[in-house]
């Protein structure tokens, strides 16, 4: 079954690819030509994800799916939550953190959580899959791994921040994994009835 994962990057394809299996040949948007942007409107995660999703399936007719993700500092309201890629006005990771930092200063709570929310449409129908991971944010950045928020995120039971643990560590407990596992046992059991 053809399946497009709406992304252009290679990375996140070949991670998904590699949970997916055989039962499926992944596509990119540039594989199925698109080349508009897509929209990220909604004010919310998983209205982001299904967007993008429902996007590709009105405007290219292929099953397909989006994920979209962000961090969530309980301290700071929910923030910067759907606005995490541009939190301090720019995309650089730098300048968000130090954002958060700031903003955290004083407060006593420093919970926090990563959540990412996958939204399949698959022949016209929609699911969605969520998977969240727990931790707390870091005074100061440590490590030079991940991306995003990752030098300041330390997830709950561990004493290494995202940024300082290997990629197959972060990803075996990451909530982009948990919830590409809730889609791909779903899509497996779509190809197994």
């Known amino acids: 079954m053809d399946l497009c994962f709406a992304t252009n990057n290679k990375n996140k394809l070949a991670e998904v690819s590699a949970q997916l299996g055989g039962a499926f040949v992944l596509k990119t948007l ?18 982001n994800s299904r967007q ?9 007719g292929v099953s397909c799916f989006a994920d979209d993700s962000g961090l969530e500092v309980d301290a700071l309201n929910g ?3 759907v606005d995490s890629a541009f939190y301090s006005g720019s995309r650089d990771a730098g300048q968000n953190i130090q954002k958060v930092l700031t903003n955290l200063q004083g407060k006593p ?3 926090a959580r990563f959540v990412t929310v ?10 969605q899959f969520e998977g ?10 440590r490590g030079t791994g991940g ?7 330390q997830p709950d039971g561990y004493d290494q921040t995202f940024g300082e643990m290997a990629p197959e560590e972060k990803r075996a407990i990451s909530h982009r994994s948990r919830a590409l ?13």
């Not at 939204?119 to 699911?127: A, D, M, P, R």
């Not at 969240?132 to 950045?141: A, L, Q, R, Y």
């Not at 991306?147 to 995120?153: E, K, Q, T």
């Open 30 to 47: 540039e594989d199925i030509g698109c080349t508009d942007e897509l929209p990220e409107t909604s004010g919310t995660i998983p209205g």
């Open 109 to 111: 709570s420093r919970k």
């Open 118 to 127: 996958f939204t399949l449409v698959l022949h016209g129908v929609e699911h």
């Open 79 to 81: 923030e910067p939550g």
């Open 147 to 153: 991306f995003g928020y990752d030098p300041v995120f």
């Open 52 to 60: 993008k999703a429902d996007y590709v399936w009105k405007h290219f």
């Open 132 to 141: 969240s991971i727990n931790g707390k944010i870091v005074d100061e950045p």
């Open 181 to 193: 596992a809730k889609m791909v046992a779903y899509l497996q059991e779509q190809v197994n009835v």
